[in-house]
């Protein structure tokens, strides 16, 4: 059964850096084609993916937002780590964490997500 | 980027009505378009991938199609539990994906 669990601050103030955590159960990120991804939802209900890491330690970014992401794994923890720097109100949302398979050609889709955290960016 | 939009943004049903999404990609994408169901408090819940496959469980009064700019998400008699609000999803620009910003489906 897979599982997939954020944690990390319910509220940062502005300019700080805020560090999400998610651990997960039941694969593992080092299998062929196994990724990882943060998608974060605004107040306003859209969703956002932000960042990617791979089995083979490849990693993406959301181009909008890739001078303030960093995504890091832990293979041993079974942990996935995301930072984001300078962080301001409008980055307030609740962040997931969502697993999806490379396969060749075949289309990628999100079948595993966390529950979520809610991340409120305010002084 | 890739701009997904839906149509429309909400809607007001009741139980055993036939409802129809759209979404639209800003340009072609193939198959490559992923169905969510999200309820309140909840995190999205997979549906439907690569355009009319169903993920295990999903009911058969769903049904989905589309493939280019144009796909389609249907509830042929909408149930008590299928009032949630339901995101398309690109994967034609892995891993830089986009969602569509959503359709609401409440009681009318």
């Known amino acids: 059964q897979v599982t997939l669990r954020e944690s990390g601050p319910a509220l940062v103030k502005p300019t700080q850096t805020l560090t999400l955590t998610c651990t997960f159960s039941?694969?593992?990120?080092?299998?062929?084609?196994?990724?990882l991804s943060w998608i974060r939802q605004s107040p306003e209900k859209a969703l956002e993916w932000l960042a990617l890491?791979?089995?083979?330690?490849?990693?993406f970014y959301s181009t909008s937002l890739k001078t303030r992401l960093t995504i890091s794994k832990d293979t041993s923890k079974n942990q996935v780590v995301l930072t984001m720097t300078n962080v301001d109100p409008v980055d307030t949302a609740t962040y997931y964490c969502a697993r999806s398979r490379k396969s060749g050609d075949f289309p990628e889709y999100f079948e595993n997500w966390g529950q979520g955290t809610l991340v409120t960016v305010s002084s | 980027d890739i701009q997904m939009t839906q149509s429309p943004s909400s809607l007001s049903a009741s139980v055993g009505d036939r409802v129809t999404i759209t979404c639209r990609a800003s340009?072609?994408?193939?198959?490559?378009l992923n169905w969510y169901q999200q309820k309140p408090g909840k995190a999205p819940k997979l549906l439907i991938y690569a355009a009319s496959s169903f993920q295990s469980g999903v009911p058969s009064r769903f049904s989905a199609g589309g493939s280019g700019t144009d796909f389609s998400l249907s509830i042929s008699s909408l149930q008590p539990e299928d009032f949630a609000t339901y995101y398309c999803?690109?994967?034609?620009?892995?891993?830089?994906?986009?969602f569509g910003p959503g359709t609401k489906v409440d009681v009318k």
């Open positions: 340009q072609r994408i193939g198959t490559y």
């Open positions: 039941g694969f593992s990120l080092t299998t062929n084609g196994m990724c």
């Open positions: 890491i791979d089995w083979d330690d490849d990693k």
């Open positions: 999803q690109q994967s034609y620009s892995t891993p830089f994906f986009t």
